[in-house]
T-cell receptor, first 112, second 113 residues
Framework: RKEVEQDPGPFNVPEGATVAFNCTYSNSASQSFFWYRQDCRKEPKLLMSVYSSGNEDGRFTAQLNRASQYISLLIRDSKLSDSATYLCVVIGGGGSNYKLTFGKGTLLTVNP | DAMVIQNPRYQVTQFGKPVTLSCSQT?????MYWYQQKSSQAPKLLFH???????NEADTPDNFQSRRPNTSFCFLDIRSPGLGDAAMYLC????????????FGSGTRLTVV
């Protein structure tokens, strides 16, 4: 089982749609969780951290369920500029409390 | 602005010809990482330095080496690049316990011809 698994995608949605991405992680000792965004041929950039209580940043909402080892990202009112690959990232477990482990990413295309 | 700088942005090398990619940081972060990202795949950690301590991932080929002469600089050496080593190489830095998190460089895209 891969350490971090994501919806394979790709997702194609119209502007204004709501889209949800799911991610699971295998190491129950993992400590920190993030969603990164990566534009084509660019480096990953932090979108938001994910907390057990859930957190929201504008149109973006992230949730963590430690019992199920599940992370989600919800994007409301999609914009064309949201088109990118979304990477689920986990830190911790396996003897390290600072190494990032990436999911494969889910490609989102928002269409006019 | 404080940042992580990778040079060059694009690198073309010949099959089997040693190549070095560089990364520098002005953040004074303890940890520097090298990731390899192939097309449509997740970034894969090759190794990292925690200060001067080198940590190799178990599945990183021997063809890949790294040097960190000081806090600011870290180099990725590919001794004999093969066609399969063509990828984006990402440098990142962090300091565990600090709130500024991880910072990625813009990457070096390596082409092997």
């Amino acid at each position: 089982r891969k350490e971090v698994e994501q919806d394979p995608g790709p997702f194609n949605v119209p502007e204004g749609a709501t889209v949800a991405f799911n991610c699971t992680y295998s190491n129950s000792a993992s400590q920190s969780f993030f969603w990164y965004r990566q534009d084509c041929r660019k480096e990953p950039k932090l979108l938001m951290s994910v907390y057990s209580s859930g957190n929201e940043d504008g149109r973006f909402t992230a949730q963590l369920n430690r019992a199920s080892q599940y992370i989600s990202l919800l994007i409301r009112d999609s914009k064309l500029s949201d088109s990118a690959t979304y990477l689920c990232v986990v830190i911790g477990g396996g003897g390290s409390n600072y190494k990032l482990t990436f999911g494969k990413g889910t490609l989102l295309t928002v269409n006019p | 602005d404080a940042m992580v700088i990778q040079n060059p942005r694009y690198q073309v090398t010949q099959f089997g010809k040693p190549v070095t990619l560089s990364c520098s940081q002005t953040l004074n972060h303890n940890v520097m990482y090298w990731y390899q990202q192939k097309s449509s795949q997740a970034p894969k950690l090759l190794f990292h330095y925690y200060d001067k301590d080198f940590n190799n991932e178990a599945d990183t080929p021997d063809n890949f080496q790294s040097r960190r002469p000081n806090t600011s600089f870290c180099f990725l050496d590919i001794r004999s690049p093969g066609l399969g080593d063509a990828a984006m190489y990402l440098c990142a830095t962090s300091s565990p316990g600090r709130m500024d998190g991880y910072t990625f460089g813009s990457g070096t895209r390596l082409t092997v011809v």
